[in-house]
Every structure is written in C-alpha cells, then in structure tokens.
C-alpha cells in the first residue's frame, strides 16, 4: 500500500481557503446588513436611512419599518383588532398590536394589571403618545416593551418583543409611538 504525501505547497491551500471563507462571511454580513435600508446620497457622504411601510388599521395607523411581515390575527372577545408583526429575516423581533374595547382605564386590561403585579420584573413610564396619555412597561432585561393607549371606551397595546439585540428596540418603539395616531 502507497502512503500519500502531502504536497509541499499545502499550507497555501489551507489559507486560500480560509480567505475564501471569510470573504464569503465579510460579503452575506454586508449584504444582511444593507438589507431594509435606503441608501441616500448628501453631499460626499452615504446616510443608510431605513425604510418604512404604513399600517392603517381599523382603529390605528402608524408607520413601521420593511422588514417586518404582517399577519391578521382572529378576534376574540373584546378584541377590535389583532396583529403580529415579525421582523425578517432573522424573525428575533416581534410587534403584538391589539385594539380592545375597555372601561377607559388601564385596570380592565390582564396584561396591564400582570406588570403592575411584577414591579420587580417590569419598569414603569408615563408617556405621552399623539398627545394622549399612554404608559410603557419595559422588562427590566430589555427584551419587552409594551405601550398601552386608552382613548375613550378603545386601548391600543402595542407589545414589542426581541430575542435578540436589544439595543435597537428602543428606538424602534420611539420611532413608530413617534407615527401613531388614532383613526377615529
């Protein structure tokens, strides 16, 4: 039986192969991280701005970035409208928007009273969204969001959820509390 020898160049070969796995790596980083965004020209520089779409619901319009996908959930109950929005393509973020029928006030909502039962585990803020009254629990780990907005006999819940980076979520929420607005 013949042994077979190694060329002697083989070390070129083990490192030509590992720049072709890091140029692979640097060009899918690159093409996931432009994905979503806008590229747009000022002056000698590039700004990346992202791009948004708009939702208009029964009740509530609001502007939401591209690269979340939308499905309409049924219904139930004192439920108005149901949606969850899921971000792509690493579905780490999710955006549950509910509208409900209520008494005008925060104590007629589970999830709301859950929060409050849980000071330990959720930090409470009083906002201001469209110029209505709202309040934002944040999950003491970054990982939730959730806005509720009375308005009459009508809550919007707005309950934002990653898995993943949480240093984007915050701006996120800003950014569409920024394009709320009641419908009616």
């Not at 708009?54 to 309409?72: L, R, T, V, W």
């Not at 973020?93 to 000071?119: C, E, M, T």
Request: overall charge neutral; glycine content about 6%.
């Amino acid at each position: 039986m013949k042994v077979r020898r190694r060329p002697k160049n083989w070390p070129v070969w083990i490192l030509t192969g590992l720049l072709l796995v890091l140029l692979m790596g640097t060009v899918l980083w690159s093409v996931s991280d432009n994905q979503g965004k806008v590229a747009a020209s000022k002056g000698n520089t590039v700004q990346h701005l992202p791009a948004y779409k708009d939702f208009d619901g029964n009740n509530i319009a609001f502007k939401y970035k591209s690269n979340y996908g939308i499905h309409q959930m049924d219904a139930k109950d004192e439920d108005l409208e149901l949606y969850m929005f899921t971000a792509d393509p690493n579905f780490d973020k999710r955006l549950a928007v509910s509208v409900s029928r209520s008494d005008g006030s925060y104590q007629s909502n589970s999830g709301y009273l859950l929060r409050q039962s849980q000071p330990f585990v959720y930090t409470k803020s009083e906002i201001t969204v469209a110029n209505v009254p709202a309040v934002k629990w944040i999950k003491n780990n970054g990982q939730e969001e959730t806005v509720y907005i009375p308005r009459n006999d009508k809550i919007a819940v707005l309950a934002f959820v990653t898995t993943g980076d949480t240093e984007t979520l915050d701006s996120e929420v800003t950014d569409l509390l920024s394009t709320f607005h009641w419908k009616n």
